[in-house]
Antibody
């Protein structure tokens, strides 16, 4: 069974940092481009970032560019999202997903709350 | 960025009846390789999203054949031939032709 399990979410003050992880099992993550997508509770889906297979190419939404860094450790079968200078508007559930590849996998999401 | 506009916002449907969701993009989604990267996702209440259709009309593995996607250029449609109770949720279109990737605002399908 394929599983993507996100972790690392939680409550953080504005200006703070968090590192999200997405651990994969049942699949070899290194075969897939991977993305982070976020969703404010009760609202729609927003693409955040993507990384290619070997990590040599990354892209970001303008809203997070310069503050978030996507990375991967294929040896650990894990995807990451380093989030710095967090803002109240970054509050959302963050999903890791392979959605643009032949196989579409999603994690259960991890909630990030930015509040003082 | 490419703006994806879905309609309707809400779609009450009688069980067993068809349903149709429209998605329009602010620019053509035909990529330089000739493919059109328009996907449809379903998000059931309390669950993560799940892709139903990729590249306009290709159903993902395990997706019932009552779901079908069509369209071209800037106009796309997701149809459910006979709505079942398990189809309740929010449906999103998403374009993967242009960066950044963008989603439609969602269409909520509910049972009358």
């Amino acid at each position: 069974e394929v599983q993507l399990v996100e972790s690392g979410g939680g409550l953080v003050q504005p200006g703070g940092s968090l590192r999200l992880s997405c651990a994969a099992s049942g699949i070899t993550l290194s075969r897939y481009w991977m993305h982070w997508v976020r969703q404010v509770p009760g609202k729609g889906l927003v693409w955040v970032s993507r990384i290619n297979i070997d990590g040599s190419s990354t892209m970001y939404a303008d809203a997070v560019k310069g503050r978030f860094t996507i990375s991967r450790d294929n040896a650990k079968n894990t995807l990451y999202l380093q989030m710095n200078s967090l803002r109240v508007e970054d509050t959302a559930v963050y999903y890791c997903t392979s959605m643009t590849t032949l196989h579409d996998y999603w994690g259960q999401g991890t909630l990030v709350t930015v509040s003082s | 960025e490419v703006v994806m506009t879905q309609s309707p916002l809400s779609l009450p449907v009688t069980l067993g009846q068809p349903a149709s969701i429209s998605c329009r993009s602010s620019q053509s989604l035909v990529y330089s390789d000739g493919n059109t990267y328009l996907n449809w996702f379903q998000q059931r209440p309390g669950q993560s999203p799940r892709r139903l259709v990729y590249q306009v009309s290709n159903r993902d593995s395990g997706v019932p054949d009552r779901f079908s996607g069509s369209g071209s250029g800037t106009d796309f449609t997701l149809k459910i031939s006979r709505v079942e109770a398990e189809d309740v949720g929010i449906y999103y279109c998403m374009q993967a032709t242009h960066w950044p990737l963008t989603f439609g605002g969602g269409t909520k399908v509910e049972i009358k």
